[in-house]
């Protein structure tokens, strides 16, 4: 049978009445939202398990720890500035980019050197964030003076388990710094494995480039600005504000209730069409409010035949399509001013197939429909 962890840590049953144990909170470690990173250091302190066994400060350990060190250096996993190993914790001083947790980033590592170099952790880490008043310098001198303060060494002795950053060789080292540059490493990289290196070990430099802002003070152009102004009474394509009936659908404010454009058969069939490719899914093909998109959940749109839209001006249909309409969205944007004119054209012609009035026909086509009907 298994037990549970937490079963197993309890070694014999604590005493009635006995205080429980205090409930350790996990460390909050996500740094606030409006912190910037590149200005923070965060003091990071990790402990082994179990502690006053010596796990760090031996040669084969210590190295593994610094090369982790480097290598999260160099691949911008972290900006670790300076670690100092005490037998059974250490300290540290590093930034962290934002798109990760702290906690994500410190453990990931505390994993690896679980694994590789066996190390026993305890749960979790300490972190601080070192405060604008408190001095980098002071900290990390500090940090540095812990052997001493811990009697293992004299004041005069280098500490040999203590790592400090190197800006040239952690960040920039000669690989990253070839490729970076396009020039040829010389070394036989696959394309796709360079490519990829590429990718991410660029990404700092690029995100950094020199780069102006818009108006902003620059001796690119002669004027001293980075930007050019428009000319005169230009107008962006496609942003004209025109606002005659053919575009808005309004004369002074009132909906047309004349085709402000040529009605011809092929401006029908052409709001036929156009209808069918971009209202038909909701309004169905004869407008009766009940398309595809409706029979799968949309809210049902009224019928163009109902009395209050028979009797609606064609420029609100025109207006429907440009603005939008309650849970309907605009067309401006999908169909063109004239081809708006052309489904309203075929609304109004779906609406008289529905309503046709007999008289309105010539009297021998009624009489010969009369005659069929019979
Ligand atoms: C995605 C579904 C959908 C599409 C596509 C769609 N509509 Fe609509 N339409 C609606 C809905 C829903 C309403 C009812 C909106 C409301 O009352 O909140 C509506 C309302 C209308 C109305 C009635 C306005 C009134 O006065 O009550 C007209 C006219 C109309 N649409 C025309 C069109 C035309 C023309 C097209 C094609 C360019 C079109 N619709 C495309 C869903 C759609």
């Known amino acids: 049978m298994r037990s549970s962890k937490a079963t197993q840590k309890v070694g014999r049953a604590r005493p009635p009445g006995a205080p429980k144990h205090p409930q350790r909170k996990k460390l909050p470690h996500d740094r606030p939202l409006w912190t910037r990173p590149e200005d923070e250091v965060f003091f990071i302190t990790v402990c082994c398990n179990p502690r006053h066994k010596n796990q760090l400060c031996r040669s084969q350990n210590s190295r593994e720890i610094f090369d982790s060190v480097e290598f999260r250096n160099r691949n911008h996993i972290w900006y670790a500035h300076l670690v100092v190993l005490m037998p059974d914790h250490l300290h540290a001083l590093i930034s962290f980019p934002y798109e990760q947790p702290i906690r994500q980033i410190v453990s990931d590592w505390k994993r690896f050197l679980a694994t590789k ?9 300490f972190d601080h964030r070192l405060r604008k008043e408190e001095s980098y310098r002071e900290k990390a001198d500090h940090i540095r003076a812990n052997p001493i303060r811990a009697g293992l060494i004299a004041e005069s002795d280098e500490w040999p388990y203590f790592w400090v950053a190197d800006p040239q060789k952690d960040n920039t080292n000669s690989e990253y710094r070839t490729l970076c540059r396009g020039a040829p490493g010389g070394r036989a990289l696959p394309l796709i494995a360079a490519a990829a290196l590429l990718v991410t070990a660029c990404r700092h430099d690029m995100m950094n480039e020199p780069r102006a802002k818009t108006f902003a003070q620059s001796d690119f152009f002669k004027d001293g600005a980075s930007a050019r102004l ?8 496609g942003q004209a504000q025109v606002n005659d009936a053919l575009h808005t659908g309004l004369t002074n404010g009132v909906y047309v209730t004349q085709l402000p454009t040529k009605l011809t058969p092929q401006l029908l069939g052409r709001g036929q069409e156009r209808h069918q490719a971009f209202c038909a899914e909701c309004h169905g093909r004869v407008g009766d409010g009940n398309g595809m998109v409706v029979q799968r959940g949309f809210p049902v749109p009224p019928s163009y035949h109902l009395e209050r839209l028979r009797n609606a001006p064609i420029g609100h249909f025109f207006d429907v399509m440009t603005n939008g309409y309650g849970a309907m969205f605009s067309y401006a944007a999908q169909v063109e001013p004239q081809d708006r004119w052309a489904i ?20 021998e ?10």
């Open 117 to 125: 170099v066996k190390i026993q952790w305890q749960r979790d880490f």
């Open 230 to 237: 428009l000319p005169l009474n230009v107008v962006p394509r």
């Open 344 to 363: 309203a054209a075929y609304i109004r012609a779906l609406q008289l197939s529905q309503h046709a009035n007999p008289n309105d026909l010539p009297p």
């Open 365 to 374: 086509v009624r009489n010969k429909l009369e005659a069929e009907w019979k």
